[in-house]
């Protein structure tokens, strides 16, 4: 049995301020009357809400008077709100950037020749190399004749297929062909200098001379190349024979080149 004292000891331990024993402790101290009174009912207060009105009205609300118009703001112009020039850079679209389309690479063959003192590079039109009985390789050793060079040229390596690669991500427009057939022609001029090269056809005159059908039957400089001597295809010369009276006299102007004991 707990006495008095330690059992107010354990409730004010336990935080316990009101309580009461379901049976009559021993050495218990007697308990509040108070505390064994039922609790009353709560009662809530009872608050009469206003009658309804049909519609309150502002108090500050401008009341239109009988015989007068309400007035009505009409908005200006001038009082417009202005939109700063942020907002309209925002409404304004911006401009849709166009990527240039990828230039196809260029295709063509060329073979390199020599005969004497000069560098031949002549356009495949076929593709294929000469044969001793094409016709376009027949007009080529007359054209050599007439100009006093032999007429059995010498065929200088493989001819110059473009583009090298059928597939893949290298770089073959119409620069890098210009740069692969000037440095092709560069490395021959270095085993055997010339004193002109020929450019026969429009592929030969466009990435070894950098012109186009324009410079026909003149001279050009080229660098690193040195003179070169533009002309059209074998297979033009053989579908358009006036073309051939050009190139004669062009070549009359230019075989002292190639020929300075004859002048």
Excluded at 23 to 30: D, N, R, Y
Aim: hydrophobic share 40%; proline share 14%; charged share 25%.
């Amino acid at each position: 049995m707990l006495i008095e004292s330690r059992r107010r000891a354990y409730l004010n331990a336990m935080q316990v301020v009101h309580w009461l024993p379901r049976t009559e402790l021993p050495f218990a101290a007697p308990s509040r009357p108070e505390l064994l009174l039922p609790l009353a009912p709560e009662v809530l207060p009872e608050f009469d809400a206003p009658p309804a009105t049909p519609a309150q009205v502002p108090v500050n609300a401008p009341v239109a008077r009988s015989g007068e118009r309400p007035k009505i703001e009409i908005p200006r112009p001038g009082n417009a709100p202005k939109a700063t020039s942020k907002a309209v850079e925002q409404v304004e679209p911006e401009p849709e950037v166009i990527k240039p389309k990828p230039v196809p690479p260029p295709r063509f063959a060329l073979q390199l020749l020599r005969a004497g003192s000069c560098l031949l590079l002549v356009e495949l039109a076929t593709g294929q190399p000469f044969q001793s009985r094409d016709p376009s390789y027949l007009l080529l050793k007359d054209m050599l004749r007439a100009a006093g060079l032999p007429d059995s040229p010498q065929i200088i390596g493989e001819p110059v297929r473009w583009p090298l690669l059928v597939r893949g991500n290298l770089d073959q427009g119409p620069q890098a062909a210009t740069d692969f057939v000037q440095g092709f022609i560069q490395a021959r001029l270095e085993e055997s200098p010339c004193v002109c090269i020929w450019l026969i056809g429009l592929p030969a005159v466009r990435f070894a001379g950098e012109a186009d059908a324009e410079a026909y039957y003149r001279e050009l400089p080229v660098e690193g190349l040195g003179n070169a001597w533009a002309l059209p295809g074998l297979e033009l010369l053989m579908d358009e024979p006036q073309r051939k009276a050009d190139v004669w006299q062009a070549m009359r102007r230019l075989m002292a080149r190639w020929k300075p004991s004859d002048e």
